[in-house]
């Protein structure tokens, strides 16, 4: 059947398929929109399925924090290229999820992807993206926290790195909590204190540090003492409060809060680009 040209654009508007594309699947449909629009669809659920084991390690990492800091989300956005990253309608849809974890307090990518978005769910407006962009776009980690202490938000300049730290209390200084944050960033800590260090890793370390004084010569016995020391240094580099104070190297993280009189910290979410949370 004869296909018009304002049925084609008209198919590209509401769907950002391309030219070619809309005009195919409106003859396949033999004019009928609605059908061409579900066409449409289903090529980008086949393209999102083709796509699925690209990296995309591209996107953007947004934050939401309400303005007493009881509240706060983020939400990562990924995709395969730095060009679809910096694309206007990328950013946009990355913002939009973020306010919709933040006012909903989602915990989890599924109870986003059946969310309404633009008179279809979030999972099918994903997919319809992939089908125009070409390119695997995924939601790779998205948190949601509320608290009756603090929560302080730092975002690294280029939208590719985000902190979020939990205090138990009010802080006395916002400063003091956006270097905890940029201490986070920058020291990539795997836990907050020495007892939250899943005991795997404790185990690991403890048989690699021994394995290495023994190969040093050290007696097994000797080697299982000074072990130990070898595993209070792991701690110093991996656990925030036992970490050197970036801006102070005289003093730890907890040092520094306790001499500020400020709350210690609860808990903390580090999202970085390219990442699995």
């Known amino acids: 059947m004869n296909i018009s040209a304002t049925d084609v ?24 929109f609605n059908l061409a629009v579900e066409i449409l669809r289903k090529k980008g659920q086949k393209v999102s399925e083709k796509r699925a084991d690209r990296d995309a390690n591209q996107g953007t990492v947004i934050v939401k924090i309400s303005a ?44 986003l992807k059946d969310m309404a978005y633009k008179g279809i769910t979030v999972g099918k407006f994903l997919d319809d993206m992939i089908g125009k962009i070409g390119e695997k776009i995924a939601v790779n980690a998205l948190y949601s ?25 009010r802080l006395k200084n916002a400063e003091n909590g956006r270097d905890v944050a940029m201490q986070i960033a920058a020291m990539r800590p795997i836990a907050v204190s020495s007892d939250q260090v899943d005991s795997t890793i404790l185990e690991k370390e403890l048989e690699i540090a021994k394995e290495q004084l023994i190969n040093e010569g050290k007696p097994a016995d000797i080697a299982e003492k000074a072990a130990q020391g ?34 210690t910290v609860k808990a903390f979410w580090r999202l970085q680009l390219g990442e699995t949370a």
């Open 68 to 111: 007493d800091g009881s509240h706060a989300a983020a939400l990562s956005l990924n995709c395969e290229t730095d060009f679809v990253a910096r694309n206007e309608e990328f950013l946009q849809t990355a913002s939009d999820f973020a306010t919709m974890v933040f006012d909903n307090k989602l915990t989890s990518f599924d109870q």
């Open 145 to 169: 926290l509320s608290t009756t202490g603090q929560i302080v938000a730092y975002e690294h300049p280029g939208n590719q790195l985000a902190v979020l730290v939990e205090f138990d209390g």
């Open 9 to 32: 654009k008209n198919l590209r508007e509401q769907t950002g398929a391309g030219m070619m594309d809309c005009k195919k699947a409106l003859a396949e449909a033999n004019g009928d």
């Open 230 to 263: 070898k595993l209070r240094r792991f701690f110093e580099e991996s656990v925030l409060l036992d970490q050197k104070f970036v801006k102070d190297n005289s003093v730890t993280i907890a040092q520094f809060l306790k001499n500020s009189g400020e709350p």
